[in-house]
């Protein structure tokens, strides 16, 4: 079943422009939604947690629209990027009462917020005021408040900032845990080499429309066929370089302190052709890597040189 | 980069010479200068303070027009009432006239432009700091919490002495200008001394009490109103209460406290229908209401030195 | 030789019955250092008292004044940006920097001239007359950074300075960090939770934990020593296990670790063409290659997980 289905959706607020014309599904699994600034990546996933509703065209979470609809809200876990609440009470009185307005009866509640706090870590600090916690204790706060009523789809804008190292092992290993037991996630975060640990699938949110979306490295093979660096080190780069530049595909090529860095137009023909000249010439090579090689540069690819 | 000049060749000369070009280093220098003595950071704070209070027309400028309107009026009156005589009688028990009672009348209209002031500025002046952060902002630096409570005083009693000073100088010295001869002019010269006594308390009430309240309260409009309300609904009910019963009760209401020591200085009693207040209770409502609010912003202050830096993590 | 830029001697903070630094010993020297450590190590009970701000037992000096006598010239010596909304209302970004310069003691006309320098140094050139209520996350980060050069300090610290900003501008400003050394001559001390940022821009780290310095040296120290040039980590295009099964046959040791990632140890006397070699003997592209790090993340638990 998909659980969310968005078809020629778009949100605007006055004359801001929220989400243009989205059409996109999501089956299953855990997502990592990408996008700059003012995107629209709040507005979708706002729209996800029904706290919007479209301004045309429809979005649909279990086949209902969720806005102003509380048994679909009810199967959805919500936490937002910001933190502002109610300080005055405890953690666990907090998720408590979050988890009763969710739905879950009176007598499980208690249980529920418990366990969702403790599987954020939070067990020690569980019976302490919300006012007096760190920025991290409250986004594990945040995250228990959202998985305490047991929901199937799981909406986390920016789960993890603020948090230190170690806890963020924790509450990552607790996603793929929920991931693994069946629930829909929906990451979105502007760090990208936390959406790297966490799953292959994402969308990329531009100027309010769908810009990628899919597996990430299906989409960088797509951009393979765009120009490409290649950063080489070895004991002799000029003749690397030489070796190179006569092929018409190479489009730049400039020296660094220790190796060359190459621009080319088809990066699977040059990795072949490198990986002859190296064998051809007998060069001793320590580094070979692509700086556009990762989450990072594919998203700046992507954002930056459209037009 | 570096700076590049050279003679040129002169094609037209056909010989090196006078041509030059140069290219000059806009990169970063660093600062050798010396560095003003942390004890002068005050004025920086006063300054900002009051250029912060010029910028927008309703902060102060607005304030100051109506300081400038009572000035007027106050003038005119002078000039067209000639012997009419006041309803307030001297110490001495006989009637004075509107030509001598003005100056110490208008001081309660100046006080009541000096509490809009309060209103624009004052009463938000460290609520507002501490929601917008900017005790980080300061204390980071060689700035410490006196420093800042200084500065903000200077600051806010420099723009209301330019109300409660230098509007009633201009009544006195208009007084002194409508003099019937140089003797009475000798005579009335005291007034100039009596009027900057006044000004300089009511310009330290009223720069420093609102203060303290915007130091109560952690929100921009929580402070607004806890000022608002205790000046003008407080104040009314000691008032009343003042008139009924003890008159020093009547002292807590500032406005009401900065009238009684302007009677006691020109001279003047209260007419029967006002609360008789006594001067020491005055004073001493002013003294304590000043006392308390700088004490109340110091230890805000120094409580956001502590921890405002570093942040929660 | 001048002196080094922190020295903490027997440093001891304690709030009633809570020890928030326990007996420091540390000296910390370096271009760009890393402050890390889970929330509650004491990183900003440090800070406080490298400021002056706190009183401590014990010593700490910031190059070469003591703290608790020094407090304000240390300021004046010292930037800070901070990692929550540090602004006055209603000021543009220059006006809030020549303020910023005049209260570290510049005369005003340098304070003036030294907050466009820096605001220009920060990006932002165009924007800088506006008032700050008005600008994106991106750019109050910037102001907030250009109000802590302004007054030329010799060491920066640096509270999360990306947080909140998008790929791209995160990007950006660690250029921006990591140019501020050889460009305005200061050494940047950088607190943050995000260890690739670390690994990416700080050649030093202090790392502290229950109010413990665990670690201060430079990054290389941290990782170990490299793990010999013939420890690799190789990165195919397709079918690592085919390349793996080969390798092994040459005499290397494998570990797969993705469908386009293994782990090669090379036998003796071997060097990276015996990759090349076999991998286009088997009709397999080598993307990436390079000696096998730990990394700045994984080094970081492992000195957190040992005290």
Request: hydrophobic share 45%; aromatic share 6%.
């Amino acid at each position: 079943m998909t659980v969310v289905s968005v078809d020629n959706c778009s949100k605007w607020y006055g004359h801001v422009l929220g989400i243009s014309d989205i059409t996109w599904q999501l089956r299953g699994g855990v997502v990592g939604l990408l996008g700059p600034n003012g995107a629209g990546k709040s507005t979708l996933i706002k729209l996800m947690a029904g706290l919007l509703r479209p301004s045309r065209g429809s979005l649909a979470v279990f086949g209902e629209t969720p806005f102003h609809h509380p048994e679909v809200r009810r199967r959805i876990g919500y936490a937002p990027e910001h933190e502002k609440t109610w300080d005055e009470l405890t953690a666990i009185e907090l998720v408590t009462a979050m988890a009763r307005l969710a739905g879950v009866p009176r007598e499980r509640a208690g249980k529920a917020a418990e366990a969702a706090l403790a599987a954020m870590g939070m067990t020690d600090a569980m019976r302490r005021r919300v006012k007096g916690f760190s920025k991290g204790m409250r986004q594990r706060t945040k995250l228990a408040t959202a998985i305490a009523h047991d929901p199937d789809f799981l909406l986390l804008d920016e789960p993890l900032t603020g948090v230190d190292p170690i806890a963020r092992i924790d509450i990552v290993r607790q996603i793929t845990r929920l991931a693994a037991a069946g629930k829909t996630i929906v990451v979105s975060s502007h760090v990208l080499y936390e959406i790297e640990a966490l799953t292959h699938e994402i969308v990329v949110i531009h100027r309010g429309q769908v810009l990628a979306e899919g597996n990430v490295y299906e989409i960088r093979r797509l951009i393979d066929r765009h120009a490409h660096r290649i950063r080489i080190e070895c004991d002799r780069p000029r003749v690397l370089a030489t070796a190179l530049a006569i092929e018409p595909h190479v489009m730049k090529i400039s020296f660094e302190r220790t190796g060359v860095l190459i621009e080319t137009r088809e990066p699977d023909r040059c990795y072949d052709q490198l990986a002859t000249a190296v064998l051809e010439h007998g060069i001793a090579v320590t580094a070979l890597g692509s700086p556009d090689n990762n989450l990072g540069a594919l998203f700046d690819y992507l954002t930056g040189n459209r037009r | 980069m570096t700076e590049l000049e050279g003679p040129g060749f002169s094609p037209e000369t056909g010989t090196t010479e006078a041509p030059v070009g140069a290219i000059h280093d806009l990169g970063y220098k660093r600062y050798l200068g010396t560095r003003r003595d942390p004890r002068t950071r005050w004025r920086v704070i006063a300054r900002e303070q009051v250029a912060s209070a010029w910028k927008f027309w309703w902060r102060f400028k607005a304030a100051f027009g109506l300081a400038a309107i009572i000035t007027a009026i106050a003038g005119g009156m002078m000039l067209f009432t000639s012997d009419r005589k006041s309803s307030l009688g001297r110490a001495q028990g006989f009637a004075m006239q509107l030509i001598d009672t003005t100056l110490p009348e208008s001081i309660i209209w100046f006080c009541r432009a000096g509490f809009v002031v309060s209103l624009t500025i004052g009463a938000t002046v460290v609520a507002s700091d501490v929601q917008s952060g900017a005790f980080t902002f300061y204390f980071a630096r060689s700035v410490k919490p006196h420093h800042y409570v200084i500065g903000k005083l200077a600051g806010m009693c420099a723009l209301l002495a330019l109300i409660l000073v230098a509007g009633p100088l201009v009544i006195a010295g208009l007084r002194l200008g409508v003099s019937d001869d140089v003797d009475q002019l000798v005579d009335l010269l005291p007034i100039l001394w009596k009027t900057l006594v006044i000004g300089g308390v009511a310009t330290l009430a009223y720069a420093a009490v609102p203060l303290g309240f915007s130091a109560l309260m952690p929100n921009r409009r929580n402070a607004l109103a806890l000022w608002a309300a205790y000046y003008l609904v407080f104040g009314a009910m000691v008032y009343e209460l003042g008139k009924v019963s003890s008159g020093s009760l009547a002292a807590l209401d500032l406005p009401r406290a900065v009238q009684t020591i302007t009677y006691a200085l020109f001279d003047l009693n209260f007419r029967s229908r006002d609360a008789q207040i006594p001067v020491a209770a005055a004073v001493a409502s002013l003294a304590g209401h000043v006392v308390v609010a700088v004490a109340l912003v110091s230890y805000q202050v120094r409580r956001a030195q502590r921890t405002g830096v570093g942040g929660a993590s | 030789m001048t002196a080094p830029l922190i020295e903490l001697g027997k440093l001891t903070k304690r709030y009633g019955s809570i020890t928030a630094l326990a007996d420091v010993d540390a000296t910390i020297d370096g271009n760009i250092i890393g402050l890390l450590g889970p929330n509650g190590a004491g990183k900003s009970t440090l800070l406080k008292c490298l400021l002056g701000l706190i009183p401590y037992e014990g010593d700490a000096r910031v190059l070469g004044l003591h703290a608790a006598t020094s407090g304000s010239e240390i300021r004046d010596r010292v930037g800070y940006m901070p990692e929550q909304e540090s602004f006055l209302t209603g000021m543009s970004a220059v006006e809030l920097c020549t303020y910023a310069g005049e209260l570290s003691g510049l005369p005003r006309s340098e304070a003036m001239q030294r907050a466009h320098a820096a605001l220009y140094y920060a990006g932002l050139e165009e924007k800088r007359y506006q008032p700050i209520d008005s600008y994106s996350t991106g750019m109050k980060q910037r102001v907030k950074l250009a109000q802590a050069l302004v007054h030329d300090p010799e060491i920066l610290f640096l509270d999360e300075p990306t947080n909140g900003l998008d790929p791209r501008s995160r990007d950006e400003m660690l250029e921006l960090i990591a140019d501020l050394p050889a460009r305005r001559n200061c050494a940047i001390v950088l607190s943050t939770h995000l260890l690739p940022d670390v690994e990416r821009v700080c050649d030093h780290a202090v790392i502290m934990h229950h109010g413990r310095v665990r670690f201060a040296g430079s990054i290389d120290e941290l990782r170990g020593a490299r793990g010999g040039d013939r420890e690799l980590v190789v990165e195919v295009k397709a079918h690592a296990q085919q390349l793996a099964d080969v390798l092994a046959t040459a005499g290397a040791s494998c570990e797969v670790t993705s469908a386009v990632t293994l782990e090669v140890d090379l036998p003796e006397s071997a060097t990276s063409e015996l990759v090349f070699r076999n991998a286009r003997e088997a009709g397999i592209q080598v993307r990436g290659l390079g000696v096998r790090r730990e990394t700045v993340e994984a080094a970081f638990l492992r000195v957190i997980g040992d005290s």
